[in-house]
């Protein structure tokens, strides 16, 4: 089956600081790219959607320019954290969609769990 | 605009006896809808999904959920529950035929086996 990596799968960083994160599809060509967002014992919450090689489209009250998303390419998405602050600290999830005409299953990865200090 | 509603936040039922995850949706169109469970320090992992073909959809593990419209519901059930179905579970809903489409998450149902 469809495989999706994140790395790193845990971070801790200090406050102030960027973190990025990696989201790469293993064994197909994503056209299209999921962020999600975890708090604890909560479901989750979409941030963003992200085509290659176009920008990213950002769910309302999500703020762009802390969370930067860019998909270089059909297997790569990353999303920057920047200027971290202890509110950020949650458990990013990342999906990748084949894009393939009647198939819409998303395949996630095993998540990023940030702290931020 | 879209959205899920997990009707229990904790299941807890014996090993061995029917497990039921109840979900009701709302959807402004034909939606797609999944189960996804997530195991500990696991990611997401789908169980099923419905997307306007057989109303009965079966999927891993033994698992099933049936899609009635008319309650707009789309409840996940399992015969006989294993300790290995301890976990957290989605449901989950996709408008417009969810392709490229981000998901509406449910809020999760801790499911519990007792052994």
Redesign the interface.
């Given at each position: 089956g469809a495989v999706?990596s994140q790395h790193p799968s845990r971070v801790i960083c200090k406050s102030g600081t960027s973190v990025k994160i990696e989201c790469r599809s293993l064994d197909f060509q994503a056209?299209?790219m999921?962020w999600?967002r975890q708090f604890p014992k909560?479901?989750?919450?979409?941030m963003a959607?992200s085509?290659e090689g176009s920008k990213a489209t950002y769910?309302q009250g999500v703020e762009k320019d802390k969370f930067l998303i860019n998909h270089a390419s059909l297997t790569l998405s990353t999303l920057t954290v920047t200027s971290a602050h202890p509110e950020d600290s949650s458990f990013y999830?990342c999906?990748a969609?084949t894009?393939r005409v009647g198939y819409?299953?998303?395949f996630?990865?095993?998540?990023t769990r940030l702290t931020v200090l | 605009a879209q959205s899920v509603t997990q009707l229990d936040s904790h299941v807890s039922v014996s090993e061995g006896t029917p497990v039921l995850l109840r979900c009701n949706y709302s959807s402004s169109y034909s939606p797609s809808l999944f189960w996804y469970v997530q195991h500990p320090n696991k990611g997401l992992q789908l169980l099923l999904k419905y997307t306007s073909a057989a109303t009965l959809v079966k999927g891993i593990n033994g698992f099933e959920a049936e899609f009635k419209k008319s309650e707009t519901s789309f409840h996940l059930t399992k015969p006989s529950a294993h300790m290995s179905d301890a976990a957290e579970y989605f449901c989950v809903v996709s408008g417009s035929g969810g392709g490229a489409d981000g998901l509406t998450f449910g809020k999760g149902t801790h499911l519990i086996i007792q052994p």
């Amino acid at each position: 089956g469809a495989v999706v990596s994140q790395h790193p799968s845990r971070v801790i960083c200090k406050s102030g600081t960027s973190v990025k994160i990696e989201c790469r599809s293993l064994d197909f060509q994503a056209t299209t790219m999921f962020w999600y967002r975890q708090f604890p014992k909560q479901s989750l919450m979409l941030m963003a959607t992200s085509n290659e090689g176009s920008k990213a489209t950002y769910e309302q009250g999500v703020e762009k320019d802390k969370f930067l998303i860019n998909h270089a390419s059909l297997t790569l998405s990353t999303l920057t954290v920047t200027s971290a602050h202890p509110e950020d600290s949650s458990f990013y999830i990342c999906s990748a969609e084949t894009g393939r005409v009647g198939y819409n299953e998303q395949f996630f990865g095993p998540g990023t769990r940030l702290t931020v200090l | 605009a879209q959205s899920v509603t997990q009707l229990d936040s904790h299941v807890s039922v014996s090993e061995g006896t029917p497990v039921l995850l109840r979900c009701n949706y709302s959807s402004s169109y034909s939606p797609s809808l999944f189960w996804y469970v997530q195991h500990p320090n696991k990611g997401l992992q789908l169980l099923l999904k419905y997307t306007s073909a057989a109303t009965l959809v079966k999927g891993i593990n033994g698992f099933e959920a049936e899609f009635k419209k008319s309650e707009t519901s789309f409840h996940l059930t399992k015969p006989s529950a294993h300790m290995s179905d301890a976990a957290e579970y989605f449901c989950v809903v996709s408008g417009s035929g969810g392709g490229a489409d981000g998901l509406t998450f449910g809020k999760g149902t801790h499911l519990i086996i007792q052994p």
